[in-house]
DNA sequence: AACAATTCCAACCGCTCTTGT
DNA sequence: CACAAGAGCGGTTGGAATTGT
């Protein structure tokens, strides 16, 4: 038993839009404002899938979108971010105003991809092809250690500073699938100017059945998760946490407070009104919550977006208190 | 000029996640 | 808690446009 379709392929439009349809859906819109896109082709006279409408709306209709060739600043910028979030289109392009995620996922396929490759460059990796795979192992504390300290998960720079290799550097003991889901929730943040997610290292005495149980919520299209540390298996109460959590957002010196609750679909629905305050800016937001941690020992994320070196990119950083640190990066 | 091959992108599809009941 | 509806995302595709022969 499937789900119910989204509307009545029967009675519905395909392919190209007319003019017409164009602007019957600007019209209604203008009127009505977005949302509620399933009712929307009924409302406004159209013989098509409020999927199509959205889509249609969102990619090609808003008055924000900015259209034409793409600079080599918003090239460089999604690679950087590429490289920072994979194949996260709709969050790439929160960060590029005017840019839809369809759009730059096409861009991403059609010429950066290539650009990349004659780099010499992986793209999706965005390591140097002729670089041998590494494993992705992270090493890990001996079992009879219990402190996890963000050394554990110190980036060195990298060969290629344009690398952010969470993969294998800053969540050694949770999966992909794990984080594209803590991204994927993160969505309408992201559409407020505020994405805000957590990278939680968690080394404690689990069962392999419920490792397998903690790294659901997506399908088999990802990456197999990373192989998780085993370490504090044998001796069994104790758990240390890591949480490193990672803040792109909207850096302004005033940079509004993060919230925690997801803001609701009506409050975030107009996300080309939002979006139209993305700032190609990032700033990263470091909490590490292990006692033992210090504002040293954590690490400046940012040279690896920047110009390869920390002092290159004018990256800012400062540290709170050491229980609970922030220790901010800015790269502009 | 005619045709084939390639490129590009708008649109579609299937899936997951969130929200409301 | 379970379920359904709606929204949104990423991958894929069809066909128009462009380039090469």
């Known amino acids: 038993m499937g789900r119910s379709p989204c509307c009545e392929k029967a009675h519905t439009n395909k392919g190209a ?4 349809e164009d602007q019957r859906l600007i019209d209604y819109i203008r009127t009505h404002g977005e949302g509620c896109w399933r009712s929307l082709p009924k409302s406004a006279g159209l013989l098509r899938c409020g999927k199509s409408c959205r889509l249609r709306w969102i990619n090609y209709l808003r008055p924000d979108l900015k259209r034409g060739n793409f600079s080599e600043e918003e ?27 369809n759009e730059i996922k096409n861009y991403w396929n059609t010429h950066i991809k290539r650009k990349l490759m004659s780099r010499g460059i992986d793209p999706q990796t965005h390591r140097s092809l002729n670089e041998k ?9 001996p079992a009879t250690t219990t402190t996890v300290t963000a050394a554990a998960v110190t980036v060195t720079p990298p060969a290629k500073p344009t690398q952010l290799d969470f993969k294998s550097a800053l969540a050694p003991a949770q999966s992909m699938a794990e984080i594209n889901r803590l991204l994927q929730s993160n969505t309408m943040k992201a559409n407020n100017s505020i994405l805000d997610f957590k990278f939680q290292t968690v080394v404690k005495a689990e069962s392999v059945e419920e490792n397998n149980c903690s790294t659901s919520g997506m399908t088999t299209d990802e990456e197999p998760p990373l192989p998780r540390p085993v370490s504090a298996d044998a001796g069994g109460e104790r758990r240390e946490e890591l949480n490193l959590e990672l803040t792109i957002g909207l850096a302004t010196p005033s940079s509004r407070s993060l919230t925690t609750t997801r803001p609701s679909s009506a409050s975030s629905g107009n996300s080309a009104e939002s979006k139209l305050q993305f700032h190609p ?17 954590a690490v400046c994320l940012c040279w690896q977006l920047g110009g390869g070196a920390r002092g290159n990119c004018h990256c800012q950083c400062s540290s709170g208190g050491r229980q609970q640190q922030q220790i901010r990066y800015q790269y502009c």
Request: a neutral charge.
């Open 17 to 20: 839009w007319t003019k017409e």
């Open 133 to 141: 795979p590494t494993s992705a192992v992270v090493p890990v504390a």
């Open 75 to 101: 090239d460089e910028l999604i690679i950087k971010l590429h490289s920072l979030l994979g194949n996260k289109w709709s969050l790439i392009a929160g960060r590029l105003p005017g840019r839809t995620d």
């Open 281 to 297: 800016y990032l700033q990263f937001s470091g909490t590490a919550a292990t006692p033992t941690t210090t504002a040293a020992e």
